[in-house]
């Protein structure tokens, strides 16, 4: 694995790669998370899922940590390059590349995104930087890199933690203080990100680097705001086909705790 030398201002996970690989992509909640990138991708990318006579898609997964949605794809056949900053994390999808006898489909890079070579196969298909633009100072600038490794007719998936939605339970909990003062920063230690991103923002530099929309849905549209936590245990099968149901519906789309986008060049 090639190591990085560089500080690009992104958040490391080696100290708290185990929180979160159980919080984030663990249980229910990343239960929902999957589903709705399957939903979209299905659609929009369907030859990911269903390519029986066409050359596997070269994917890049973009601070990808453990892997736990791109090695699904290294599964299907795809060719996966996984970067991230964190050892501990590529540490963890290694075993489950190992275990799951995927290491001619997978390519571990230990590096910022910033960093990252050109693939020598040519530019990637589809492109996932999932929960990575709300821990970076300067978003436009990871995109334009993401976009570089893009090829002119490959899909951009992105996924990021709301500002709309930190707010909005914020005001359901009562923390007026927190949102008088917009101090909307996650405290050291936690896992709560540095900068949540307002989607119309995300979307304006978006538009700026010359990505069409394909798609745009709310992950965990409603879940995450039933306040009393043992009715959060009840009818998940129920509440799992709700979410999907209404990830891209309005208003309920824009208070998504993370947004999905899936995007083209122009």
Not at 103 to 129: R, S
Not at 159 to 172: A, D, P, Q, R, W
Request: charged share 25%; hydrophobic share 35%.
């Amino acid at each position: 694995m090639k190591q990085s030398k560089k500080n690009y201002n992104g958040r490391n996970f080696d100290d708290l790669a185990p929180k979160f690989q159980r919080k984030i992509y663990g249980g229910f909640k990343g239960r929902v998370r999957l589903a709705v990138l399957q939903k979209d991708l299905s659609q929009f990318l369907p030859r990911i899922f269903d390519n029986p006579n066409r050359r596997p898609l070269r994917v890049l997964d973009a601070g990808g940590g453990y892997g736990p949605y791109s090695l699904q794809l290294a599964q299907m056949g795809h060719h996966v390059t996984l970067c991230d900053i964190s050892g501990k994390m590529l540490e963890k999808a290694a075993q489950r590349v190992s275990k799951k006898k995927l290491t001619p489909n997978v390519n571990l890079v230990h590096c910022a995104i910033q960093e990252l070579p050109e693939n020598k196969k040519g530019p990637y298909d589809l492109v996932l930087c999932h929960a990575v633009i709300e821990w970076v100072q300067d978003p436009q600038d990871l995109i334009t890199h993401l976009l570089r490794q893009l090829d002119q007719k490959g899909m951009l998936s992105l996924t990021f933690y709301n500002l709309n939605g930190m707010i909005f339970k914020n005001l359901l909990r009562v923390n007026y203080n927190k949102i008088i003062k917009e101090e909307y920063a996650g405290w050291p230690g936690s896992l709560t990100p540095t900068f949540p991103r307002d989607p119309a923002d995300v979307l304006h530099q978006l538009d700026q680097q010359n990505v069409n929309i394909i798609c745009h849905s709310g992950i965990r549209v409603f879940h995450d705001y039933i306040l009393n936590p043992e009715d959060k245990e009840k009818h998940l099968e129920t509440v799992l086909d709700l979410e999907l149901k209404f990830s891209r519906r309005m208003p309920y789309r824009d208070l998504g705790r993370y947004q999905h986008i899936l995007g083209k060049k122009k």
